[in-house]
């Protein structure tokens, strides 16, 4: 099996290299313990190179991040870039382009860390989201006419190929499968309104169901959902949607396994290049400051690592963390952690080298 790995890395923007660098001696830990090595390329996209240089992407990014056996990104998004250029023009285009077909998102809550929820503890808040990532509302399907004017008309359509769902509904069930806790998964739509979209969703849903015989199928409507993340949200195990959706939903998500601070996220090919990031954006009000949360970041390596097939060194790093939560930090936000940002990275390291 390999076990040498070439890892692109994007620390990006704001607190993004802050929490990357934390993330890399977690990730260097891991792998003089059990014995791997990883090689790191830094690239410098994002907000600064781009009020610099003009450029966005340049021509070559996407195909030299096809060399590497995963990325590993920070945050974009810059306070001086007009929304919506970096995060289509850098995080969305790496998405597609790398044809990222899924994005996973656990929602774990870890040893003491504070939930918003009354009566919730990590016992009821394990579950993983598989979103859709290449198209749904994001495919960037529509146009506007007479923009401007009193009549203009904007429409922005919700592409679903049966190709592009059925791999991602694929995935999730091979998921569920693998994951092997509640062996239930649950699709999120919207069947009573969108029913051209999601009649789609549904029916691949449960025609590839028929294959899973020891999973449970079930359906919630996105409305739905949101209601149960906060009143039952032990009824998940593995949630399926598609991307606007997913987008949506893992944000409450995060908020109930205790906010951006933890919350990592997979944009997974299963055929192709895979990219790893903590799922909050750049916090460019913290930057600089070594006050900044690392720990989604370096659960996001931890997934890296799994996704790389070094699943034991995945496992410490999240073991790591629980260790940190349950027993240092006094809380997840910036400022408030009780340790500094270089302080929080240097308390998992050293687990992840002794536990
Ligand atoms: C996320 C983010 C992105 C998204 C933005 C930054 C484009 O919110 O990763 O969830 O909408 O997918
Ligand atoms: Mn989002």
């Known amino acids: 099996m390999k076990r040498s790995f070439e890892i692109a890395v994007i620390p990006g923007d704001g ?17 003089s313990r059990f014995g791997f090595s990883l090689n790191f390329n830094n690239f410098d996209f994002g907000g600064d190179r781009y009020l610099r240089t003009g450029e966005i992407l340049p021509d070559s990014a996407i195909d030299d991040m096809r060399k590497y056996d995963a990325i590993y990104l920070g945050a974009i998004g810059h306070p001086d870039v007009k929304p919506g250029i970096l995060e289509k023009g850098i995080l969305l285009r790496l998405r597609f382009e790398l044809d990222q077909y899924v994005n996973l998102r656990p929602v774990k809550l870890y040893p003491g860390v504070e939930c918003p929820l009354k009566d919730k503890g990590p016992e009821h808040i394990d579950f993983v989201v598989v979103r859709e990532n290449t198209e749904g509302l994001y495919a960037g399907a529509g146009g506007v006419l007479k923009k401007g004017t009193p009549d203009e008309v904007a429409v922005q359509e919700s592409i679903n190929t049966r190709k592009g769902v059925e791999r991602c509904i694929r995935y999730a069930f091979e998921y569920c499968k693998k994951r092997h806790k509640m062996n239930k998964l649950t699709l999120c739509g919207k069947t009573n309104v969108l029913t051209y979209a999601f009649d789609l969703w549904e029916r691949t849903f449960y025609e590839v169901a028929k294959e899973y015989q020891e999973i449970e199928a079930n359906y919630a409507h996105v409305d739905a959902i949101t209601m149960w993340f906060v009143k039952n949200p032990e009824w998940f195990d593995v949630i399926v949607t598609d991307n606007m959706f997913g987008d949506i939903i893992t944000d409450l998500g995060a908020m109930i396994q205790g906010g951006m601070g933890i919350a990592a996220g997979g944009n997974i090919n299963p055929e192709g290049v895979s990219m790893f990031e903590p799922i909050g954006g750049s916090a460019p009000k913290y930057k600089g400051k070594n ?6 970041a370096i659960c996001a390596g931890g997934m890296m690592l799994e996704h790389l097939g070094e699943d034991k060194a995945g496992k410490i790093i999240e073991k790591a963390v629980m260790e940190v939560t349950g027993k240092h930090i006094k809380s997840l936000a910036a400022g408030k952690m009780g340790f500094s940002t270089t302080e929080v990275g240097d308390l998992v390291a050293n687990y992840v080298s002794k536990l």
């Open 15 to 31: 607190t993004g290299p802050e929490v990357i660098a934390e993330g890399i001696k977690v990730l260097n830990a891991a792998s």
């Open 291 to 296: 006050i900044i949360n690392p720990l989604a």
